[in-house]
Nanobody
């Protein structure tokens, strides 16, 4: 009912920047939650940042001050990543919760986009 398409990952040197995007489409009435998670090799998936509405945000301590989550009215969520460190290397997943036209609520994961921070 809801499809997510992620983009923007890649290889970047330490100190560099990347911007991830995740667009939601389908039978959406309204998006209720948007977040980015990441999973590094041999580690559990962790919450990186979340946004509620247009301005209420929360961040993991490890990225606060370096990453910025935002969204737009077209059901797209972004993650601007600055001052990247090797420990930010992971596969990044967007997660969106939405009310759908069938009357239910669904939570959907993106396909994941790899970010590698290395010199």
């Amino acid at each position: 009912q809801v499809q997510l398409v992620e983009s923007g990952g890649g290889l970047v040197q330490p100190g560099g920047s990347l911007r991830l995007s995740c667009s939601a489409s389908g039978r959406i009435v309204s998006v209720r939650s948007m977040a980015w998670y990441r999973q590094a090799p041999e580690k559990q998936r962790e919450l990186v940042a979340s946004i509620t509405g247009a301005t209420t945000t929360d961040y993991a301590d490890s990225v606060r001050g370096r990453f910025t989550i935002s969204n737009n009215a077209q059901n797209t969520v972004y993650l601007q990543m600055e001052s990247l460190k090797p420990e930010d290397t992971a596969v990044y997943y967007c997660n969106i919760g939405a009310l759908v036209t069938s009357g239910g609520y669904v939570e959907v994961w993106g396909q994941g986009t790899p970010v590698t921070v290395s010199s």
